[in-house]
T-cell receptor, first 113, second 112 residues
Framework: DAEITQSPRHKITETGRQVTLACHQT?????MFWYRQDLGHGLRLIHY???????NKGEVSDGYSVSRSNTEDLPLTLESAASSQTSVYFC????????????FGEGSRLTVL | SQQGEEDPQALSIQEGENATMNCSYK?????LQWYRQNSGRGLVHLILIRSNEREKHSGRLRVTLDTSKKSSSLLITASRAADTASYFCATDAPSGTYKYIFGTGTRLKVLA
């Protein structure tokens, strides 16, 4: 079955370190998204991609970057982790046609000390 | 800023009762979706309603959409303990950007 997987599921890091969260989907979807989830804010869009070599900034993109070198993967990088980036991160994908349903990974919980 | 705002923030009901949660949004939409999130898990799509639809059913779920009021409601009938989760509405823009903006969610607790 097709799926979307995130790794690591849990990570603790220190302020100033670079962190990369992986997202891999086997749906063959062109569209991929990264969200962060915080209490009181719901899910906020960080970056998104419509296809290979395409990346776009979302609502809360400062301090984050993504790259899209193939259809399956959209890694999210925190260049210099800050305590304000402690959150749960969700990757999602959707097809360009069809129902518009988003398929989510199980999330990556990041703690920045 | 959040496009969707759910109401209430939290809801506690007895098993067998109906649960209603509401979503308000700010701008024109193509469609509105509802998602469910169990504790510690990713979101799962429940139902989509398009801007030209007023009501949609899926099993025990009933969704309504009032574009004049920019609001939607999700009704879960005959709730079960397994329905305990957070529920989110998500809206997209008519421009077809494929982006979805999520609300802050309603935490539903169904007591057995």
């Amino acid at each position: 079955d097709a799926e979307i997987t995130q790794s690591p599921r849990h990570k603790i890091t220190e302020t100033g370190r670079q962190v990369t969260l992986a997202c891999h989907q086997t749906w063959n979807h062109n569209n991929m998204f990264w969200y962060r989830q915080d209490l009181g804010h719901g899910l906020r869009l960080i970056h998104y991609s419509y296809g290979v070599q395409d990346t776009n900034k979302g609502e809360v993109s400062d301090g984050y970057s993504v790259s899209r070198s193939n259809t399956e993967d959209l890694p999210l990088t925190l260049e210099s982790a800050a305590s304000s980036q402690t959150s749960v991160y969700f990757c999602a994908s959707r097809a360009s046609m069809g129902t518009g349903e988003l398929f989510f990974g199980e999330g990556s919980r990041l703690t920045v000390l | 800023s959040q496009q969707g705002e759910e109401d209430p923030q939290a809801l506690s009901i007895q098993e067998g009762e109906n649960a209603t949660m509401n979503c308000s949004y700010k701008t024109s939409i193509n469609n509105l979706q509802w998602y469910r999130q169990n504790s510690g898990r990713g979101l799962v799509h429940l139902i989509l309603i398009r801007s030209n639809e007023r009501e949609k059913h899926s099993g025990r779920l009933r969704v309504t959409l009032d574009t004049s009021k920019k609001s939607s409601s999700l009704l879960i009938t005959a709730s079960r303990a397994a329905d305990t989760a957070s529920y989110f509405c998500a809206t997209d823009a008519p421009s077809g950007t494929y982006k979805y903006i999520f609300g802050t969610g309603t935490r539903l607790k169904v007591l057995a």
